[in-house]
């Protein structure tokens, strides 16, 4: 079992920055695959980035790719996505995931474990 919390949303300007962070607990954390995620009014939920269990490799979805970077520190079970450039289309309720397959992957599905999710608002 996997319990993820999200903190660190909040409402900024365009341009601005945000760093989130996933807390997470359970023993099998360091080999998970963990992944942000992130759903806007009436959309849905889409797929940010994803890093590898040892960090050591990173994904992102081509709309936030050169401007978001995830890093994780399994000594404190945490994962974090810094958010830089943010644009107005930023805006949405952001979730951390971990995967419990051991595969690398941005698919929705193959995520058993969500945070609540911590809402981002970008204004222009």
């Known amino acids: 079992q996997v319990l993820l919390v999200e903190s660190g949303g909040g409402s900024v300007q365009a341009g601005g920055s945000l760093r989130l962070s996933c807390a997470a607990s359970g023993r099998t954390f360091s080999r998970s695959t963990m992944g942000w995620f992130r759903q806007a009014p009436g959309k849905e939920r889409e797929f940010v980035g994803i890093i590898s269990g040892t960090g050591g490799t990173t994904s992102y979805a081509d709309s936030v790719k050169g401007r978001f970077t995830i890093s994780r520190d399994n000594a404190k079970n945490m994962v974090y996505l810094q958010m830089n450039s943010l644009k107005p289309e930023d805006t949405a309720i952001y979730y951390c995931?971990?995967?419990?397959?051991?595969?690398?992957?941005?698919?929705?599905?193959?995520?058993?474990?969500w945070g609540q999710g911590t809402q981002v608002t970008v204004s222009s």
């Open positions: 995931a971990a995967g419990s397959s051991g595969r690398y992957s941005i698919h929705l599905s193959d995520y058993n474990y």
